[in-house]
């Protein structure tokens, strides 16, 4: 008797605690679905972790004038580690995206990466996102090539994910109660403002609109 009293409270418990799925649809000022937006949602129940979490490690790779991915999502304190692909020397430089980047206050990290030798292994660097200003974007750029552009987006929330092909992310068994949700987009200078959702058991749906048309990125 004891034991399925307990197993019940166990389970109300959960069911209070893993509520509900929520799709976060992000639309651009014309209304097509914008991919690689990152999308963060901030529960008031802050003690619910995400079953699957964000990676510590991730991989940004300069290939053919680009850095791929062309944005990375990590949380807080991740390791990302840079390599060269192609065969002449890149640069890697840091300052904050969107409205900052045009009065960087802080040097940010910077780095060169020798150019990949045939049937040799790329050159890698690897650094940590643990000091004060790396939550939220990031810019990278290339001193070397100045057209080459990427982005790494530290979240400080376990809940963040990046926009699908179709504009979507989609979070599952967040916790109930009330939550704040942001959009990031790297040509929207300034960040969409936070909306406020109510998760609940019943499956949710949320559409955030942004004010640009992102530019179009070689492929």
């Given at each position: 008797m004891?034991?399925?009293?307990l197993?019940?409270?166990l389970?109300?418990?959960?069911?209070s605690?893993?509520?509900g799925?929520?799709?976060?649809?992000?639309?651009d000022?014309e209304g097509?679905?914008?991919?690689?937006?990152v999308?963060?949602?901030v529960p008031?129940n802050k003690t619910?972790?995400p079953k699957t979490v964000?990676?510590?490690?991730?991989s940004?790779?300069q290939?053919?004038m680009?850095f791929i991915?062309?944005?990375?999502l990590?949380?807080v304190?991740a390791?990302v580690?840079?390599l060269?692909n192609d065969?002449?020397d890149h640069h890697v430089?840091?300052s904050?995206?969107g409205l900052g980047?045009?009065n960087a206050?802080?040097a940010?990290?910077?780095m060169?990466?020798e150019?990949k030798?045939?049937g040799?292994?790329?050159?890698?660097t690897?650094?940590?996102?643990?000091?004060?200003?790396?939550?939220?974007?990031?810019?990278?750029?290339?001193?070397?090539?100045?057209?080459?552009r990427?982005?790494?987006?530290?979240s400080?929330?376990?809940?963040?994910?990046?926009?699908?092909?179709?504009?979507?992310?989609?979070?599952?068994?967040?916790p109930?109660g009330s939550a704040?949700?942001?959009?990031?987009?790297?040509d929207q200078?300034?960040?969409a403002a936070?909306?406020?959702y109510?998760?609940?058991?019943?499956p949710?749906?949320?559409t955030v609109?942004?004010?640009?048309?992102p530019r179009r990125?070689?492929?």
């Amino acid at each position: 008797m004891k034991n399925s009293l307990l197993s019940t409270a166990l389970a109300l418990g959960c069911a209070s605690a893993w509520a509900g799925n929520l799709t976060v649809s992000v639309l651009d000022k014309e209304g097509k679905p914008v991919p690689d937006a990152v999308v963060v949602v901030v529960p008031a129940n802050k003690t619910v972790r995400p079953k699957t979490v964000l990676p510590v490690q991730a991989s940004i790779t300069q290939e053919k004038m680009q850095f791929i991915p062309a944005v990375t999502l990590v949380p807080v304190g991740a390791k990302v580690k840079f390599l060269n692909n192609d065969p002449w020397d890149h640069h890697v430089r840091s300052s904050p995206a969107g409205l900052g980047q045009f009065n960087a206050t802080h040097a940010g990290f910077e780095m060169r990466l020798e150019g990949k030798s045939e049937g040799k292994p790329a050159k890698a660097t690897e650094i940590t996102l643990d000091k004060a200003g790396v939550t939220g974007a990031t810019l990278l750029g290339c001193f070397i090539h100045g057209s080459m552009r990427g982005y790494i987006f530290a979240s400080d929330s376990p809940w963040a994910a990046k926009t699908t092909a179709d504009g979507q992310a989609v979070f599952e068994d967040l916790p109930d109660g009330s939550a704040q949700v942001k959009v990031w987009q790297a040509d929207q200078l300034i960040d969409a403002a936070a909306q406020t959702y109510s998760v609940t058991a019943t499956p949710g749906a949320l559409t955030v609109q942004l004010s640009v048309v992102p530019r179009r990125r070689r492929t």
